[in-house]
């Protein structure tokens, strides 16, 4: 979204005269759908989270922001119990959160306040990236472009969308190839970005489902078979000698209709995944389609309402024919 300064704009409008007005809640209690709506996150840096300024992929916040985005999906929606739901909370409005990747910030920020607000959660890791100083091929992208503002912070917003831009033409192109960059190489000399296995292990233990986000993050439609199974069949290797449990939870890299396909799914099948999530739009009306999961993309940094206008187009979006 940050990439679309004059559309942000109109959205933020819409949303405030929506939410203060009244209008908005209004209208979600004449569309809204019972189903399981669940939401889903990234990390809490500023880079990717703050629409005004560059910020830094190494610099987390929005507590605050994300407390009360919890407090207000529990006013509008009931948290399940666990996951999966039950089919009882499938015929109510209910919800569930999930965060992809397995950032650092996801135990340093979400971590706490799922737990006090007794919110369920399922941390997606990319396993091979997990207790290591390495940078998702993304985030490397987005590393040089940080380091290349700081030599020259007087073009650091003309940087930060011309990064967007190339990054969303690579992930377009299927050029996920964290050597070739326009900016200034980075060197390693970073702080942590991701979660280490204690970390996980902590997540895990106070109530958080851990599931696998692929061993490396490649679009999956893009590989062949061999390479499908051994991107999956690593991730839920590791996260087994690690937690000493099996995972059965799954969220597609990218997450859109092109990212997986039949052969994807008859493999998380075959390798005992039970529910998958993309990053399609919608609520969950029922588990008919458990490897298709659908989510409501929600960023840290969101005011309450945008989060509440977002609810809303998801709901819209369901009753126009979402479930096809």
């Known amino acids: 979204m940050n990439g679309h300064l004059f559309r942000n704009l109109l959205l933020h409008m819409l949303a405030f005269v929506l939410h203060y007005s009244g209008l908005g809640r209004g209208i979600w209690k004449l569309v809204r759908v019972p189903g399981l709506y669940i939401f889903n996150y990234h990390g809490f840096?500023?880079?990717?989270?703050?629409?005004?300024?560059?910020?830094?992929?190494?610099?987390?916040?929005?507590q605050g922001r994300f407390d009360r985005q919890m407090r207000f999906f529990k006013r509008r929606l009931a948290p399940i119990k666990d996951f999966p739901p039950r089919k009882s909370e499938l015929a109510a409005f209910t919800f569930c959160v999930t965060f992809d990747d397995g950032y650092r910030d996801n135990h340093s920020i979400a971590l706490p306040i799922l737990v006090k607000r007794r919110i369920p959660a399922v941390f997606l890791v990319t396993t091979g990236v997990i207790g290591t100083n390495d940078l998702l091929w993304y985030d490397?992208?987005?590393?040089?472009?940080?380091?290349?503002a700081r030599l020259r912070p007087w073009n650091a917003s003309r940087l930060k969308r011309r990064c967007r831009r190339e990054l969303?033409?690579?992930?377009?192109?299927?050029r996920e190839d964290p050597k070739a960059s326009i900016f200034p190489k980075a060197g390693d000399a970073h702080p942590r970005l991701m979660m280490n296995w204690e970390e996980v292990a902590q997540a895990s233990a106070a109530g958080i489902s851990i599931g696998s986000h692929t061993h490396t993050h490649?679009?999956?439609?893009?590989?062949?078979t061999e390479g499908q199974r051994r991107e999956i069949a690593d991730s839920l290797a590791v996260i087994k000698q690690r937690l000493g449990r099996n995972a059965d939870l799954f969220a597609f890299p990218d997450g859109g209709r092109s990212s997986y396909g039949p052969e994807t799914l008859d493999l998380l099948a075959e390798m005992g995944i039970n529910h998958a999530f993309t990053t399609i739009d919608g609520v969950n009306r029922d588990l008919e389609r458990p490897l298709e999961l659908k989510r409501i993309g929600i960023n840290p940094s969101d005011g309450i309402p945008l989060v509440a206008l977002k609810l809303l187009r998801a709901a819209l979006r369901e009753r126009g024919g979402g479930r096809t």
């Open 140 to 148: 490397r992208f987005r590393w040089d472009c940080e380091q290349g």
């Open 218 to 224: 490649p679009v999956l439609a893009r590989l062949d």
């Open 168 to 174: 969303n033409e690579r992930k377009s192109r299927g």
């Open 45 to 62: 840096n500023t880079f990717l989270c703050d629409y005004r300024r560059f910020g830094s992929l190494f610099e987390s916040g929005y």
